[in-house]
């Protein structure tokens, strides 16, 4: 006897931590833009994975890439060498413009790598006191949800219940240049930033705010971490959001769009002076730096290389924009972002993101609210601008209501 999505909905709901709200769609198969349920139904995919899926499901020459390597070898460990590893930190030092790359697996991981390397600099390098150094961060941020990571959320429902939490950490307004230069300390071994917060509804910084983060980082000889796991390689039309401020920062943290959508890879990547300062079994990863992970993660970047991703992401983000924005005022109230992602801020009064989202599934998108007022679209890369009209349209039609 076949089984109906509300089987699968019903062995998730017993069986697994109900740690997500996903939507009632139970997905089978997918292929580009486009997904498929348990039951044949096509679904328009407007959230490619919150970046994950950047070149679109099974894109040819990233599933490639990993049977190619399924036949050799998928894992090695870091104990030994393999053929893999640093052709691919080379490529991706080469095409961000960096020194140096720390491999991981999730984007969690990444940040949680670029805290410990801050520190161990402040104390290596900078001379601040063992165990005293401070690291800044902005209030509405997300990193990820692991204990260190939480311990400075300013978001009850990732934080609350979860303590005691890890010390060290400063909370500044995002967007508040004065706030940050004031928490400043001798101790302060970096500022963690997100270019583009995208949890917090994708909000883009005031003009200029990067730029003066920057500035006052180097004045002050902090580090500078930007996040750029959900919103790096091509999301917002170019290589790194902080390119928009022409900033560049001492480490970027990688992730999502970095697996091509097959399996989780991550980085950290800046300078050698910085992520130089580990040593042999001061930090390390069982999977990360995989043979499978490298293999995927260069055929991610070959195709990052050719700039075809970073401009479709510029020039559909434009036609994205200009749509959306003309909904404000029906049922849309704000819409932020770049590139090919975007915030729209239900209209107070009206239906609720979660609602909105609902009813876009049951017209054939699929797309999600965070918190109770924002829908995130963030389709893939690939997308044609027939399907993303597509989109808008649907969403459109649901305001309308």
């Not at 001379?127 to 997300?142: L, M, Q, R, T, W």
């Not at 876009?360 to 609210?369: A, F, P, Y």
């Amino acid at each position: 006897m076949s089984m109906t999505a509300a089987d699968f909905v019903t062995l998730d709901e017993q069986w697994s931590t109900h740690n997500y709200h996903p939507l009632p769609v139970v997905i089978a198969a997918a292929e580009g833009a486009w997904v498929t349920d348990v039951d044949g139904r096509r679904y328009l995919d407007f959230l490619a994975g919150y970046s994950a899926l950047n070149f679109g499901h099974r894109h040819p020459a990233l599933v490639a890439a990993a049977v190619e390597q399924l036949g050799r070898v998928t894992l090695t460990s870091r104990a030994f060498h393999h053929d893999q590893l640093g052709l691919f930190c080379r490529e991706l030092a080469e095409l961000t413009g960096t020194e140096m790359v720390l491999p991981m697996n999730s984007g969690a991981e990444a940040v949680e790598s670029a805290l410990k390397v801050a520190r161990k600099w402040a104390y290596q390098v900078k001379g601040v006191p063992d165990g005293a150094a401070e690291i800044i961060v902005a209030g509405s941020n997300f990193h990820g949800r692991t204990t260190t990571i939480i311990s400075f959320s300013t978001d009850d429902t990732a934080r609350a219940g979860f303590g005691p939490y890890t010390p060290g950490f400063r909370v500044v307004k995002y967007g508040d240049t004065q706030a940050l230069a004031d928490a400043i300390t001798p101790r302060t071994a970096a500022v963690l930033v997100e270019p583009v917060q995208g949890e917090a509804g994708v909000l883009t910084p005031p003009t200029g705010y990067l730029r003066e983060v920057r500035q006052l980082c180097t004045d002050n000889d902090v580090l500078l971490i930007a996040d750029e796991i959900q919103s790096g390689l091509g999301r917002t039309g170019t290589l790194f959001a902080c390119e928009h401020d022409g900033v560049t920062a001492d480490l970027y943290t990688l992730g999502k769009a970095l697996g091509g959508g097959i399996l989780p890879v991550s980085a950290v990547v800046g300078r050698r002076d910085v992520l130089g300062v580990l040593q042999p079994g001061e930090h390390g990863s069982t999977f990360g730096g995989n043979p499978l992970a490298c293999a995927v993660g260069r055929a991610v970047l070959e195709l990052l290389r050719s700039g075809d991703y970073l401009a479709r992401s510029a020039s559909l983000g434009t036609h994205l924009h200009a749509r959306l924005g003309s909904l404000v005022g029906h049922g849309v109230a704000e819409v932020r972002g770049r590139g090919l992602w975007a915030g729209v801020e239900i209209a107070p009064g009206g239906l609720t993101a979660r609602e909105v989202s609902e009813e876009l599934m049951r017209r054939g998108v699929l797309c999600k609210e965070t918190h109770d007022t924002t829908l995130r679209v963030a389709p893939p890369l690939m997308i044609s601008r027939a399907d993303l009209d597509l989109g808008v349209d649907t969403i459109t039609e649901v305001l309308a209501r």
